[in-house]
Antibody, heavy 126, light 106 residues
């Protein structure tokens, strides 16, 4: 059964870079059928898609977050990662990784997320 | 990008039917998906492609679509169905989640 697990620092200082890794087990991140995505949820608020990546490195990003976000993949470790630079308190959230099904290199139309990792809380504070 | 709008809350008595709507201009052209999120847990997919139910999801969960509105229906609501529910859809270059609905079982 496919499982995803987020890891990374739980506390990041303002203006620094948030870095998280998602480790995939029970399946290969190099599957030609799937993208892999990051979603975040500020405390008490809704879900926000950050971006998604294919094993080849092809990416999609949320336009509202794109300028300070980088998503990368390491197929040798079956992992993908998220970096968000120059963070502020507004970046405090639970960050989830998930398999992004239905996405292709030409379109995200008809795509969805399943399964999800358990999530990791990242707090931005000095 | 576009928006998906849901009612903030829905209250229902055990055994009754809960209906959660999600409205968006792109929905006539795009599939919708539904997630259940219980406190402190990750979201779980309960409906995909408007009305398909993943394996392991109880039959009381169903989905439908009409014009710019999609609906998640929970028939015979149980106490364990109390949770937040989010719709989600995607166009060619992005994906968006609905505003979320808290379902309270009275």
């Amino acid at each position: 059964q496919l499982q995803l697990q987020e890891s990374g620092p739980g506390l990041v200082k303002p203006s620094e870079t948030l870095s998280l890794t998602c480790t995939v087990s029970g399946g290969s991140i190099s599957s030609t059928s799937y993208y892999w995505g990051w979603i975040r949820q500020p405390p008490g608020k809704g879900l926000e898609w950050i971006g998604s990546i294919y094993y080849s490195g092809s990416t999609y990003y949320n336009p509202s977050l794109k300028s300070r976000v980088t998503i990368s993949v390491d197929t040798s470790k079956n992992q993908f990662s998220l970096k968000r630079s120059s963070v502020t308190a507004a970046d405090t959230a639970v960050y989830y990784c998930a398999r992004h099904k239905g996405a292709t290199v030409t379109t995200l139309s008809g795509s969805w997320f399943d399964p999800w990792g358990q999530g990791t809380l990242v707090t931005v504070s000095s | 990008s576009y928006e998906l709008t849901q009612p903030p809350s829905v209250s229902v008595s055990p055994g009754q039917t809960a209906r959660i709507t999600c409205s968006g201009d792109a929905l006539p052209k795009q599939y919708a998906y539904w997630y259940q999120q219980k406190p402190g847990q990750a979201p779980v997919l309960v409906i995909y492609k408007d009305s398909e139910r993943p394996s392991g999801i109880p039959e009381r969960f169903s989905g439908s679509s009409s014009g710019t509105t999609v609906t998640l229906t929970i028939s015979g609501v149980q106490a364990e169905d109390e949770a937040d529910y989010y719709c989600q859809s995607a166009d060619s270059s992005g994906t968006v989640f609905g505003t979320g609905t808290k379902v309270t079982v009275l």
